[in-house]
């Protein structure tokens, strides 16, 4: 319950800044959700359980991180209410810290809620070392899977960045 997950988060971001002394708060924020493991969870749902299971070892050793948007560090696109097909486009970034290129396989995993897809620009990107890249992502919810103005539906899911060989630090 909650009574631990407050001690736990706290101790594994002191963990994480002591190991990463230069990163800014929100790239902390960004190492501790990325490294959340959803299926560590049983009845994972995304809007109750946020990124899943903190890994504190993957949050200390990762050198590269992920958001949407810096100080959320999450993808959200908020309440819409719509007729036609829902499209909507987001840009991720993915930065890497390390004096090393790092290159991840890009994919939507553990999709929840109204049926709904998420494409992507590329399914692998390389980032150079101390660099940043973005990946593009669109999102489509068909009209009508929405359900109508009486009911509240939602469209929840992990987008995962793994690494593409072992030589690759942690995923993100």
Do not use: C
Not at 140 to 153: C, E, K, M
């Amino acid at each position: 319950g909650t009574s631990m997950a407050s001690p736990f988060l706290t101790g594994t971001a002191a963990l994480a800044i002591q190991a990463h002394p230069s990163w800014k708060p929100a790239a902390i924020k960004a190492a501790l959700m990325n490294s959340g493991d959803p299926n560590a969870v049983s009845d994972y749902r995304t809007r109750r359980l946020g990124a899943g299971l903190i890994n504190a070892a993957a949050a200390v050793g990762t050198q590269a991180y992920a958001f949407a948007d810096r100080d959320e560090i999450t993808l959200n696109f908020g309440l819409d209410e719509f007729r036609d097909d829902l499209h909507l486009n987001r840009v991720l970034h993915i930065k890497n810290e390390s004096s090393a290129s790092m290159t991840f396989n890009v994919a939507a995993t553990n999709p929840q809620g109204s049926p709904h897809s998420i494409s992507f620009d590329a399914t692998a990107v390389t980032v150079a070392p101390h660099g940043q890249r973005t990946v593009n992502l669109t999102f489509v919810l068909p009209a009508a899977t929405a359900g109508d103005s009486s009911d509240f539906r939602d469209a929840a899911g992990v987008i995962t960045f793994t690494p593409a060989s072992s030589s690759t630090n942690r995923g993100i």
